[in-house]
């Protein structure tokens, strides 16, 4: 797309401009959304295996996540981002057909699970292309002014597909079984690649400054250690809400984090220029401090009311900490290596949830459900000091 094309958008053209992209992402986490509550229950009841290979299946994807964040960072870079996107949308096609492939041999649950196994993986990777281009697609397709925005709201398509993933696989599964959710991930991801075709593209800059790795994490380190810190929250309240409320017999089970979800994309669709116009770290600063608040009122609730209100505070105040830090990732470095920025700094969350679920059930097992909350406001917290860093960082000697 030439710059003489590129609008000095409001945020109303920012926003029609960003609509296919972030139409690719729900996709994208629909499928994975669809598939996460069903997937044990195939596995367990269906293939017969235990929670060894449930817990083998189902990290597949996050593991292979992890793994290709760089390398789909690097591609979009080289390749262009409209490319990574539609290979990262092909890719999840496939990881569908493998998911059919595996209901052909449900008589041989070994080689049942194995092509299971493969789906699983290369969707991790899909995933990977489909966020980090996603967002390095819309960043060329916006002014440079426009970044938060790209970012909140390519993130906000992403957990709203989450959200809606889980009832609508759970409803599928149940009438329809696992068949339904393998025809919807080739469908979905299919339908959207035709529908993003004739999108324009943003031509790969010259490499000159394809620099290196090296070079790209000395700027990104910083706001992607203040997110991963941050996200410390969102693991907390993902993987133990649930556990904790049925510990407390508060009902419905599922609220707190359908509380943090909702107040997360309310936040974004009607704060995500903040960051563009005030400064990414001053706004996760802030943020940072009521997403803090959040969790504490979690740890203190003696009722499922302010437990839930917590949690929604807690969905608020995390909604910009995420943009806003990485914001000041993509500030310091080159547009020719977005999509590597953009890789890194994902990378940083994926390695906050693999590590911080453990660390926090850890503390579950030995000091109770509650103290996983204190925990993670302790964590959360120190992202302040991180951004107050970042703040110091930009202000010229």
């Known amino acids: 797309m030439p710059q003489a094309a590129r609008s000095s958008q409001s945020g109303q053209s920012a926003a029609i401009t960003l609509l296919p992209i972030m139409v690719a992402v729900l996709a994208g986490f629909l499928i994975i959304g669809l598939a996460l509550p069903v997937l044990p229950l195939h596995v367990k009841n269906d293939l017969g295996f235990g929670t060894f290979v449930v817990g083998l299946v189902a990290g597949a994807q996050f593991a292979a996540s992890l793994v290709s964040r760089v390398w789909a960072g690097s591609f979009s870079d080289k390749h262009g981002a409209k490319q990574g996107v539609i290979v990262g949308l092909i890719a999840a096609v496939m990881s569908g057909l493998l998911y059919l492939l595996s209901l052909a041999f449900i008589n041989a649950p070994v080689l049942s699970v194995a092509f299971l196994l493969v789906g699983r993986a290369i969707l991790g990777g899909a995933e990977s292309f489909i966020i980090t281009a996603g967002v390095s697609w819309g960043l060329g397709l916006v002014d440079r002014e426009h970044a938060g925005k790209v970012i909140a709201w390519v993130g906000t398509a992403m957990f709203a597909a989450m959200a809606l993933g889980g009832p609508f696989g759970t409803t599928m599964f149940n009438s329809y079984g696992f068949a339904s959710i393998a025809v919807a991930t080739v469908a979905f991801p299919f339908l959207v690649l035709i529908a993003i075709l004739r999108m324009p593209a943003v031509a ?3 490499p000159r400054a394809h620099s290196a790795l090296k070079s790209v994490l000395g700027s990104v380190w910083l706001p992607g250690l203040g997110a991963a810190t941050a996200s410390i929250g969102y693991c907390a309240i993902l ?17 707190a984090f359908t509380a943090f979800g909702v107040a997360l994309i309310v936040a974004r669709l009607i704060a995500g220029h903040l960051p563009d116009k005030f400064g990414g770290a001053r706004v996760a600063l802030i943020f940072v401090l009521v997403q803090t608040g959040g969790l504490l009122l979690i740890w ?18 995390y909604s910009l900490v ?3 830090l990485g914001v000041e990732a993509v500030r310091g470095t080159a547009p020719e290596n977005r999509g590597l920025a953009m890789g890194i700094y994902t990378a940083f969350l994926d390695v906050a949830m693999a590590v911080g679920s453990p660390v926090l059930g850890w503390i579950a097992d030995h000091v109770g459900l509650g103290a996983v909350f204190l925990a993670s406001a302790i964590v959360v ?3 302040a000091g991180i951004a107050v860093r970042l703040m110091q960082r930009s202000v010229p000697a």
């Not at 993987?239 to 609220?255: D, G």
């Not at 203190?300 to 105040?317: E, H, I, K, P």
């Open 322 to 324: 995420y943009p806003g």
């Open 300 to 317: 203190l609730s003696r009722n499922v009311m302010f437990a839930s209100v917590g949690a929604a505070v807690a969905g608020f105040g």
């Open 381 to 383: 917290f120190c992202t």
């Open 204 to 206: 790969p800059l010259p």
């Open 239 to 255: 993987a133990f809400s649930s556990l904790f409320y049925s510990q407390q017999n508060w009902h419905p089970i599922w609220l």
